[in-house]
């Protein structure tokens, strides 16, 4: 019996350590929530951190990890959708089945919407210890390609 109770003490220390140890989100005001709700009103389980200057809306929508980018005044930037392969337009798996990278493993796979800028695909790749996020438009044509081995592995607007 005592076993059990020390056990339930060391758990009950643990979970109590690691929601202190939490301190990524942020306090946000009215008009960031405002922001977002207006760009996703189905967004669920928000949650909100600071990253460089911006200030980033992690959260869940129709089933999808997102990130929503905002500036210090609240205006949107960009959302990075996290999404499957399945769900790249079928001329970005074309573009990547015949590119340059095709024999690496693709690891994950981005949907990129912008304010300002049309719509973007990312799959990120490994070979070995070589890494590399791909960005390719919707109509599959390769745009660029980013080294991310060294851990910048942030897609920032």
Known sequence: MKA????LAMMFVAV?????????DVWVDDAFYDSLLYQYPDAVDIEWDRRGRYYVADFWI???????WFDTAAKWLMTDV??????????VQGGFNSGDYSS??????????????TVQYVIEVEDGR???MLFY????QFLKEKDVARRDDIIWP
């Open 4 to 7: 059990k109770i020390k056990m």
């Open 137 to 140: 438009a919707p109509d599959g």
């Open 82 to 91: 996290d999404i499957s392969w399945s769900e790249l337009p079928l001329a």
């Open 62 to 68: 129709d089933n999808h990890e997102a990130d929503a």
């Open 130 to 132: 070589k890494e590399k």
């Open 16 to 24: 109590v350590c690691c929601v202190a140890c939490d301190d990524d």
């Open 104 to 117: 690496w493993m693709p690891d994950e796979y981005h949907h990129i919407v912008y304010a300002d800028e």
